[in-house]
Structure formats: structure tokens, C-alpha cells
């Protein structure tokens, strides 16, 4: 009895690393808004990694969390690490492309409370007569087989997928509040 109970647990573990060996390891987690301020703006809300803490959904998880920055104070190079409570855990991000008002790529390294290399990607596409602002954010990796079998269990794309929309909507908050009295100064 022993046996045959030891037989089908290991057969149902096979069956198991089987499925989770077939499933993609390449991930793509893609979120777009719409800003009504200028891509520069928008841009300059990235750009530079302080301007984070204004709309970054994890900045509201940890009212503790710890910051360090390294590098240009923005642009190609800059530097951000952070460590947190276990919401936002610890790692760093390294701005590694930086083309204005169009374009910003970030390498994020997480340390805790797992850890994973991953490519972050910011792109902004103006609008009509430009006082709008398309701005994509994305994130591409890639899952071993223990991320694999988590991502089983849990939906990655809805679960970062959530806090994307929620870091978009709070820089558009932030961007068009910066955006409608340099715009009335304007006129």
C-alpha cells in the first residue's frame, strides 16, 4: 500500500515538472495610459528615478523603504536601489537608455525576496497636437523553472500588470497636475 501511495505521488510529481517544463520562460507584461501633458513631461517623470517616488506604486508599500542613487541624477546611467519590507523587497535599476520625450529602457535587478533579472521599458508617443501623450510600460524576462511553477499558481501579468495601472494612473495625476499651470502660463 505504502508503495503504490509512493508510486502515484511520484508519478503525479513527474506529470507535474513535465507541464511546467513545457510552459513559456520567456514573459512580456505590457500596461498603456493616456496623459494630457506633453511627452517631455511625461518623459521627465522617468527620466529621472527621484521623480519615482511621486508615482511608483511600490513607494506607497513601504513608507520605509530605503533609497540610494548612483550615477547622473537622471538619464543613460543613473542608478536606483532600493530595500523594503517583503511588498517591495530589494534590488536595483540602471537606466541604460534614455532618448528624450520618446524612449526609456531600464536593466532591474531584484535581490529579494527572489532573484531575477528583467528588462524594463518606458515608450512615449505624442498625441494629436502633442498636448497628449501615449506613454507603454513594459516589462520582458525571463522564468526559470521555480518562477515557472509559481507563475502556475499565479497570474504575474495580472498580479505586476495591477501595479503598472496603478503607477500609470498615478503619474498621469502628477503630470497633469505639473502640466495644466505650466500650460495656463502659456497661453
Keep these: 500500500m505504502l508503495m503504490k501511495t509512493l508510486s502515484v505521488i511520484a508519478a503525479v510529481l513527474v ?13 512580456r507584461i505590457v ?10 513631461l511625461v518623459f521627465a ?17 513601504d513608507p520605509n523603504l530605503k533609497r540610494t542613487y548612483e550615477g547622473p541624477p537622471a ?19 540602471t ?28 515608450t512615449f508617443t505624442p498625441r494629436g497636437d502633442g498636448e497628449q501623450t501615449d506613454v507603454t510600460w513594459s516589462m520582458t524576462g525571463h522564468n526559470g523553472f521555480l518562477a515557472k511553477a509559481f507563475c ?4 504575474m501579468d495580472k498580479l505586476v500588470g495591477s501595479d503598472f495601472e496603478k503607477g500609470l494612473a498615478s ?4 503630470t497633469e497636475s505639473t502640466a495644466a499651470p505650466a500650460h495656463a502660463a502659456a497661453h
Aim: charged fraction near 25%; glycine fraction near 6%; proline fraction near 6%.
Design 15 to 27: 506529470v507535474f515538472a513535465i507541464i511546467v517544463a513545457t510552459r513559456p520562460s520567456e514573459f
Design 45 to 61: 517623470q522617468v527620466n529621472d528615478f527621484r521623480a519615482w517616488q511621486a508615482w511608483s506604486p511600490w513607494e506607497k508599500k
Design 171 to 174: 503619474m498621469k495625476t502628477v
Design 75 to 93: 538619464g543613460r546611467g543613473a542608478v536606483y536601489a532600493w530595500a523594503g519590507n517583503k511588498e517591495v523587497g530589494e534590488g536595483r535599476m
Design 152 to 155: 502556475m499558481f499565479m497570474d
Design 31 to 40: 500596461r498603456s495610459a493616456t496623459i494630457a501633458a506633453p511627452p517631455e
Design 95 to 122: 537606466l541604460t537608455e534614455s532618448r528624450p520625450a520618446e524612449l526609456i529602457r531600464i536593466q532591474l535587478e531584484f535581490l529579494k525576496p527572489f532573484a531575477a533579472t528583467n528588462k524594463s521599458e518606458f
